[in-house]
């Protein structure tokens, strides 16, 4: 609101210098029409008293005249219109108009009242653009502080309790020592995702661009994330694409996008496989994650790249998830003018894609 109403107040100055300036000449060319008007009337006078008088400076005094009349009556006309627009901005500064379609000018001003219902709605759009950014800016704030809750106040109970005592049980001390660190990670985890999402949606995320070997690329992540698959029991699958192929992108930022993705993949499937797959596409090659897990019920589907939005809260908790994973991916794919398709079905699995230049 305080946008529109400096803009408005701005208009409303510059409305009332520019009547001023109008006053000034109307006031001008008011005294000098009534000089001429004298002027005239003597001319006339003397046209009676002296028959030999040329009447060529009276046609010229009456043309001045008219001219001089005329611009009288245009000012008169134009301090109307300025009046009505003066009266218009001040209106919608005081926040009497609810709609641009309440704003209403003279059909000769009908290009000044277009411009001005175009400016009126790109404010009141601004001003919800900037409320909903401040909910936004809220539920962020009130998540995070509930995320950063749970594993302070795990660590503080698995301490206190060591202190007191338990730390010369050798039945549970390990234990809670292990407990402890496990949540020290989890936050360690969540305050890397704050500040990589913070970077990413403030525009200071750098990105560096060029062309890389995808299957080679592809093949180190999936060694890095093997592990975690044979611990689970499951087959983590990689198929390359059947040629050489270069893509476009950041490799460090698409790394982190890809380990996400494959490793959530390999949280949420109990039996089965996850399988990673390259094809190509037109000009571009498609990454696809594909995984035999629970899948993600339909109603979620539209709101799983959201910060902090979970299918299942306890069960992510249990897996570690900080809530703001895909998020990152959303954006990061986002930056390299793709985006981020899901396909899943509750019970059988989902599949995770996108596509970079080729």
Same mark, same amino acid.
């Given at each position: 609101?305080?946008?529109?109403?400096?803009?408005?107040?701005?208009?409303?100055?510059?409305? *009332? =210098?520019?009547?001023?300036?109008?006053?000034?000449?109307?006031?001008?060319? =008011?005294?000098?029409?009534?000089?001429?008007?004298?002027?005239?009337?003597?001319?006339?006078?003397?046209?009676?008293?002296?028959?030999?008088?040329?009447?060529?400076?009276?046609?010229?005094?009456?043309?001045? %005249?008219?001219?001089?009349?005329?611009?009288?009556?245009?000012?008169?006309?134009?301090?109307?219109?300025?009046?009505k627009i003066t009266t218009l901005v001040r209106t919608i500064r005081e926040k009497?108009?609810?709609?641009?379609?309440?704003?209403?000018?003279? *059909?000769?001003?009908?290009?000044?009242?277009?411009?001005? *219902?175009?400016?009126?709605?790109?404010?009141?759009?601004?001003?919800?653009?900037?409320?909903?950014?401040?909910?936004?800016?809220?539920?962020?704030?009130?998540?995070?502080?509930?995320?950063?809750?749970?594993?302070?106040?795990?660590?503080?109970?698995?301490?206190?309790?060591?202190?007191?005592?338990?730390?010369?049980?050798?039945?549970?001390?390990?234990?809670?020592?292990? *407990?402890?660190?496990?949540?020290?990670?989890?936050?360690?985890?969540?305050?890397?995702?704050?500040?990589?999402?913070?970077?990413?949606? %403030? /525009?200071?995320?750098?990105?560096?661009? =060029?062309?890389?070997?995808?299957?080679?690329?592809?093949?180190?992540?999936?060694?890095?994330?093997?592990?975690?698959a044979v611990d689970k029991g499951i087959s983590l699958i990689f198929s390359p694409?059947?040629?050489?192929?270069?893509?476009?992108?950041?490799?460090?930022?698409?790394?982190?996008?890809?380990?996400?993705?494959?490793?959530?993949?390999?949280?949420?499937?109990?039996?089965?496989?996850?399988?990673?797959?390259?094809?190509?596409?037109?000009?571009?090659?498609?990454?696809?994650?594909?995984?035999?897990?629970?899948?993600?019920?339909?109603?979620?589907?539209?709101?799983?790249?959201?910060?902090?939005?979970?299918?299942?809260?306890?069960?992510?908790?249990?897996?570690?998830g900080t809530g703001l994973g895909l998020a990152i991916v959303k954006h990061i794919?986002?930056?390299? /003018?793709?985006?981020?398709?899901?396909?899943?079905?509750?019970?059988?699995?989902?599949?995770?894609?996108?596509?970079?230049?080729?």
């Amino acid at each position: 609101m305080k946008t529109l109403s400096k803009q408005l107040k701005g208009l409303d100055i510059v409305l *009332k =210098r520019f009547n001023s300036l109008t006053n000034r000449f109307s006031h001008y060319f =008011r005294f000098v029409a009534e000089l001429i008007l004298v002027q005239l009337i003597v001319s006339i006078l003397f046209l009676f008293l002296f028959s030999d008088f040329i009447s060529l400076p009276f046609f010229f005094l009456l043309i001045l %005249t008219e001219s001089i009349l005329f611009i009288l009556i245009f000012l008169r006309f134009r301090s109307r219109e300025l009046s009505k627009i003066t009266t218009l901005v001040r209106t919608i500064r005081e926040k009497k108009i609810d709609s641009s379609d309440e704003i209403s000018l003279p *059909k000769n001003l009908s290009s000044l009242e277009s411009e001005i *219902k175009l400016m009126y709605q790109k404010n009141r759009e601004d001003i919800e653009y900037l409320k909903k950014l401040e909910r936004m800016r809220s539920e962020f704030l009130a998540n995070v502080s509930h995320e950063l809750r749970t594993p302070i106040f795990a660590i503080q109970g698995y301490l206190e309790t060591l202190l007191n005592g338990a730390i010369k049980d050798e039945k549970v001390n390990i234990q809670f020592l292990e *407990k402890a660190n496990h949540h020290t990670l989890n936050l360690n985890n969540l305050l890397n995702d704050l500040i990589d999402i913070s970077m990413i949606e %403030t /525009g200071e995320m750098r990105m560096s661009f =060029r062309y890389f070997e995808i299957a080679e690329f592809v093949t180190q992540i999936i060694s890095e994330s093997n592990q975690m698959a044979v611990d689970k029991g499951i087959s983590l699958i990689f198929s390359p694409p059947p040629k050489r192929m270069q893509l476009f992108g950041d490799k460090n930022k698409l790394k982190q996008a890809m380990v996400n993705l494959i490793q959530n993949a390999i949280k949420y499937t109990e039996k089965g496989s996850v399988e990673v797959s390259i094809l190509e596409v037109e000009n571009a090659g498609e990454i696809v994650i594909k995984d035999t897990g629970i899948g993600i019920p339909s109603e979620c589907l539209v709101r799983i790249f959201e910060r902090f939005f979970r299918v299942d809260k306890a069960r992510s908790r249990d897996v570690g998830g900080t809530g703001l994973g895909l998020a990152i991916v959303k954006h990061i794919i986002e930056a390299h /003018g793709s985006q981020i398709c899901v396909k899943s079905e509750v019970g059988k699995g989902s599949e995770f894609s996108f596509r970079l230049k080729k």
